[in-house]
């Protein structure tokens, strides 16, 4: 991630190793994304990687695209012009993947790169925003207060007026008790307690 060496990536099924080898692509672009499904196991001793010791991740599945596919995939609607909506979509998803440093490690990282990459609303809602002449102005995940034996993350979405500086937040509920999260609440407006 960003140049550093973040895990050693080992596929649970041994015929996965050719995913791997697909990922590696020809001629890397900064907008290239692979996304990697699985469980984070121990530090790799030194002499499985050259010295490298970081984390091993057992992946299940492993999914590469480039950021403009992803925005391609996502249903825009009939009420935002095409350029606009690509704008927005590229301005949330970086934004959320640049969060923290995002290297999908804890649970507010999980639940952000599944809302990424699996609701599509957030975008929309964005969009929308845009339209109300607001910008998006904090993406915030912490865990949900009312979690009980789950593992549920709050992730906040604040717009600002531009004109008016007056905030608007929207937040969404995900549970990443297991490995494929979920949503427990769709985005919907929310109100600090």
């Known amino acids: 991630m960003g140049g550093v ?3 050693i990536l080992q596929p649970s099924d041994p015929a996965d190793f050719q995913l791997l080898a697909e990922a590696v692509r ?9 996304l990697v499904i699985g469980y984070r ?8 990687c050259y010295g490298l010791m970081v984390p091993i991740v057992v992946f299940d599945q492993l999914y590469s695209f480039n950021v403009a596919g992803l925005i391609q995939a996502i249903p825009r609607p009939d009420s935002i012009p095409q350029e606009k909506f690509t704008q927005t979509a590229e301005e949330v998803f970086w934004r959320t993947m640049q969060m923290a440093d995002n290297a999908g490690a804890t649970d ?8 990424s990459v699996r609701y599509d609303y957030i975008y929309a809602k964005t969009a929308e925003f845009f339209g109300q002449n607001c910008s998006l ?14 593992r549920v993350v709050d992730v906040i979405f604040t717009f600002t007026h531009r004109e008016t500086d007056i905030d608007q937040k ?11 999260p979920f949503l427990v609440t769709k985005l919907s407006p929310y109100l600090d307690r």
């Open 108 to 115: 507010e990282h999980r639940a952000l790169n599944y809302l």
């Open 170 to 180: 929207h937040a969404v509920r995900v549970d990443v008790t297991e490995m494929f």
């Open 137 to 150: 102005t904090v993406v915030e995940a912490r865990p949900a207060p009312v979690s009980g034996a789950r």
């Open 26 to 34: 020809a001629n890397p672009q900064p907008t290239d994304v692979d």
């Open 41 to 48: 196991g121990s530090i790799a001793p030194p002499q499985m």
């Open 5 to 7: 060496e973040t895990y």
